[in-house]
């Protein structure tokens, strides 16, 4: 018999997996009826709520049309239409929109196109990589290098590749890691290529918030040396942290931006990595050998580019981020309830008391079944859990997970 190996799962464990018959707006229903509030967005991809109605609208549209072809030599309107709504939420500088099909895939092309920019423009290896410590960038080898060297890729830390990791920007702490940075461009500016950041907020390195101005600094420093200043938003993009994109809270324009996971509203898998002028023309030649080696099968697939086209309609005809407003205005009256809370637009966290600080915390398990069993979904990272529901949650529901969060401090 064949069986299913699920991601993130200790299988030994024997967790209960649920089946899910339903979506709608923020819940999961099983084929049991249970309405699970889907409290992190079904892994931060969620932004609109499940099967947002325009959304699967233009899904069902475009499959009377197309279903997946050859994005070499072809093209289709769903694309074209991504790429200039793109245009019109992104600054001027960022022109060119690669597509791909998961944010890892994003991630892994920024990093080709820093690194043959230089190959191309110099003929020289300027291919070191700058990352935050506690970073996360995806689980292909390219994401992985980039990002925390930890549990979740201590067997191949052999593999990966060598990446300078700087300090987390504590708050308090801003400075270390501003001059570590200039430090290093100092000694090795000519090896250095890029710096890829998730801006405001480090993700699974366990929802680690920072000041924008820490981002204006290491973008001055990126200028000033030459570097690629690569913003890795597949997470905080498409309003999570309270703007469309992180990086309208700062100073800083990327010289590549990568998005996936709400490019869609969460509904297929699709991703883009935007690039400048700049970056493109250092692959545009007469000279075929200069050309960007990168494809996936599934590059613009027509049905995902519909339901980000949608998505993007969305944008602009509907006050999502006035959505998001609402939730964090909900936070910050919980707030004072919780160690070290951190609210940033969509995602409030907080710590808790445990032994270790790691993904392996043992209080995490424990917590995570008790929400389960009480139908809200909320994954613990070690000690500190979050929330990250798709901007629809009614008000009820979210006092609801917070009922059970607070429930759930009797199990400390
Ligand atoms: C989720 C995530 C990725 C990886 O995206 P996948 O679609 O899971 O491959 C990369 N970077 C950040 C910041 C993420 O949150």
Request: aromatic residues 12%.
């Given at each position: 018999?064949?069986?299913?190996?699920?991601?993130?799962?200790?299988?030994?464990?024997?967790?209960?997996?649920?089946?899910?018959?339903?979506?709608?707006?923020?819940?999961?229903?099983?084929?049991?009826?249970?309405?699970?509030?889907?409290?992190?967005?079904?892994?931060?991809?969620?932004?609109?709520?499940?099967?947002?109605?325009?959304?699967?609208?233009?899904?069902?549209?475009?499959?009377?049309?197309?279903?997946?072809?050859?994005?070499?030599?072809?093209?289709?309107?769903?694309?074209?239409?991504?790429?200039?709504?793109?245009?019109e939420f992104l600054p001027e500088k960022l022109k060119y929109t690669f597509f791909s099909d998961s944010g890892s895939t994003s991630v892994e092309v920024a990093l080709?196109?820093?690194v043959g920019y230089f190959y191309n423009k110099l003929g020289k290896d300027k291919s070191k990589i700058v990352a935050f410590e506690h970073s996360y960038h995806g689980?292909?080898?390219?994401?992985?290098?980039?990002?925390?060297?930890?549990?979740?890729?201590?067997?191949?830390?052999?593999?990966?590749?060598?990446?300078?990791?700087?300090?987390?920007?504590?708050?308090?702490?801003?400075?270390?890691?501003?001059?570590?940075?200039?430090?290093?461009?100092?000694?090795?500016?000519?090896?250095?290529?890029?710096?890829?950041?998730?801006?405001?907020?480090?993700?699974?390195?366990?929802?680690?918030?920072?000041?924008?101005?820490?981002?204006?600094?290491?973008?001055?420093?990126?200028?000033?040396?030459?570097?690629?200043?690569?913003?890795?938003?597949?997470?905080?993009?498409?309003?999570?942290?309270?703007?469309?994109?992180?990086?309208?809270?700062?100073?800083?324009?990327?010289?590549?931006?990568?998005?996936?996971?709400?490019?869609?509203?969460?509904?297929?898998?699709?991703?883009?990595?935007?690039?400048?002028?700049?970056?493109?023309?250092?692959?545009?030649?007469?000279?075929?050998?200069?050309?960007?080696?990168?494809?996936?099968?599934?590059?613009?697939?027509?049905?995902?580019?519909?339901?980000?086209?949608?998505?993007?309609?969305?944008?602009?005809?509907?006050?999502?981020?006035?959505?998001?407003?609402?939730?964090?205005?909900?936070?910050?009256?919980?707030?004072?309830?919780?160690?070290?809370?951190?609210?940033?637009?969509?995602?409030?966290?907080?710590?808790?008391?445990?032994?270790?600080?790691?993904?392996?915390?043992?209080?995490?398990?424990?917590?995570?079944?008790?929400?389960?069993?009480?139908?809200?979904?909320?994954?613990?990272?070690?000690?500190?859990?979050?929330?990250?529901?798709?901007?629809?949650?009614?008000?009820?529901s979210l006092s609801r997970v917070f009922d059970v969060i607070k429930e759930s401090k009797k199990l400390l």
């Amino acid at each position: 018999m064949n069986t299913i190996w699920h991601p993130f799962t200790q299988h030994g464990l024997e967790e209960d997996i649920i089946k899910i018959s339903y979506t709608q707006d923020e819940f999961l229903i099983s084929s049991d009826g249970r309405k699970i509030i889907d409290g992190i967005s079904s892994w931060w991809v969620n932004t609109l709520g499940h099967r947002n109605p325009k959304i699967m609208h233009a899904i069902e549209e475009e499959t009377k049309k197309t279903d997946q072809l050859i994005f070499a030599g072809f093209t289709h309107e769903p694309a074209l239409k991504v790429a200039k709504m793109l245009g019109e939420f992104l600054p001027e500088k960022l022109k060119y929109t690669f597509f791909s099909d998961s944010g890892s895939t994003s991630v892994e092309v920024a990093l080709k196109m820093a690194v043959g920019y230089f190959y191309n423009k110099l003929g020289k290896d300027k291919s070191k990589i700058v990352a935050f410590e506690h970073s996360y960038h995806g689980d292909t080898f390219g994401g992985m290098s980039s990002g925390a060297r930890s549990v979740f890729n201590k067997p191949y830390s052999h593999m990966l590749f060598d990446v300078t990791h700087i300090p987390y920007p504590e708050k308090g702490r801003e400075e270390k890691t501003i001059s570590a940075y200039k430090k290093l461009l100092e000694q090795k500016y000519n090896e250095i290529g890029a710096i890829i950041l998730e801006p405001l907020i480090l993700g699974s390195g366990g929802m680690l918030t920072y000041e924008p101005f820490v981002l204006d600094e290491l973008y001055k420093l990126s200028k000033e040396y030459d570097v690629f200043f690569i913003l890795d938003e597949v997470m905080t993009g498409w309003g999570r942290t309270g703007t469309m994109f992180a990086f309208e809270q700062t100073n800083t324009v990327p010289d590549i931006i990568c998005l996936s996971k709400g490019l869609t509203g969460g509904s297929l898998p699709l991703a883009v990595t935007v690039a400048t002028d700049e970056i493109y023309e250092a692959f545009y030649s007469k000279d075929k050998a200069k050309m960007f080696y990168h494809s996936s099968s599934y590059t613009a697939n027509p049905v995902a580019c519909a339901a980000a086209a949608a998505n993007l309609e969305i944008w602009k005809e509907e006050d999502i981020l006035g959505r998001v407003r609402k939730i964090t205005e909900f936070y910050e009256k919980q707030a004072s309830d919780f160690k070290n809370p951190r609210i940033l637009g969509d995602i409030f966290a907080f710590d808790i008391d445990g032994e270790g600080n790691d993904y392996l915390a043992n209080v995490a398990p424990k917590l995570y079944d008790f929400y389960r069993k009480n139908d809200v979904l909320l994954r613990p990272l070690g000690n500190t859990v979050y929330v990250m529901p798709p901007y629809c949650i009614s008000e009820n529901s979210l006092s609801r997970v917070f009922d059970v969060i607070k429930e759930s401090k009797k199990l400390l």
